[in-house]
């Protein structure tokens, strides 16, 4: 039973425009979502978090969006760089600080 | 701040022998740490969450007795895979959780095991 769901295992954009990756959670306990981004054979390097009590936060290029709702999240980069080609997973939280992680999504920015 | 080492990086061991992972939280206290496995173009799948001076808690369908977590002291962590298999080769990472209320964990570079 797959909690949170990255159903794009792959995304390629050319640099400057903008990234768009999407996750969607199915438990309406996770009350705390945040975004990974890994190169392979590396631990994964936090990017940016978003609390379920706001539906936006932004960091520099980052900007995550989360309609709860839908129970959906995108993390939204903008421009891209070629630097940030790499595998990017979602992750929940519902308590006792466990995290449940998406699938990945694999971002290819082009020059 | 908030780095998290592993130790080694990469082992390749044969079946049957047993292999120890380290973690360790270089500038800061981890009274928490969790350990994932990650098959190739897969998730990372937690394994247990590890909790200083006590015993490891273990997810569904994860072989406590194959899998020894040793928590010793607020800065590192271990992993133990005993009696290991080639079905157990895979990259394994660890976490440790920043303190405070924090959701955020911060991960080693993960070890590739390898077993022939």
């Known amino acids: 039973d797959q909690q949170v769901k990255q159903n794009s295992p792959s995304l390629s954009v050319q640099e400057g425009r903008i990234s768009i990756l999407n996750c969607d959670y199915t438990?309406?306990?996770?009350?705390?979502f945040l975004w990974y981004k890994k190169y392979p054979a590396e631990g994964p390097t936090f990017l940016i978090s978003?609390?379920?009590?706001?539906d936006k936060n932004e960091d520099g290029r980052f900007t995550v969006f989360l309609n709860k709702s839908a129970k959906h999240l995108s993390l939204h980069i903008v421009p891209s760089q070629p630097g940030d080609s790499a595998v990017y997973f979602c992750?929940?939280?519902?308590?006792?600080?466990?995290?449940?992680f998406g699938t990945g999504t694999r971002l290819l920015v082009s020059p | 701040g908030a780095v998290v080492s592993q130790h080694p990086s990469w082992v390749i061991c044969k079946s049957g022998t047993s292999v120890k992972i380290e973690c360790r939280s270089l500038?800061?206290?981890?009274?928490?740490m969790f350990w994932y496995r990650q098959f190739p173009k897969q998730s990372l799948m937690l394994m247990a969450t590890?909790?200083?001076?006590?015993?490891?808690?273990?997810e569904q369908g994860v072989e406590k007795d194959k899998f020894l977590i040793n928590h010793a002291s607020l800065t590192l962590s271990t992993l133990t895979v005993t009696s290991a298999h080639p079905e157990d080769s895979s990259f394994y990472i660890c976490?440790?959780?920043?303190?405070?209320?924090?959701?955020?964990?911060?991960f080693g570079p993960g070890t590739r095991l390898t077993v022939t």
């Open positions: 978003i609390s379920s009590i706001k």
């Open positions: 438990n309406s306990m996770f009350d705390y």
């Open positions: 992750a929940a939280s519902g308590g006792f600080q466990k995290l449940v």
């Open positions: 500038d800061f206290q981890a009274t928490t």
């Open positions: 590890s909790n200083e001076g006590s015993k490891a808690t273990y």
């Open positions: 976490s440790a959780n920043g303190g405070g209320e924090t959701y955020e964990q911060y």
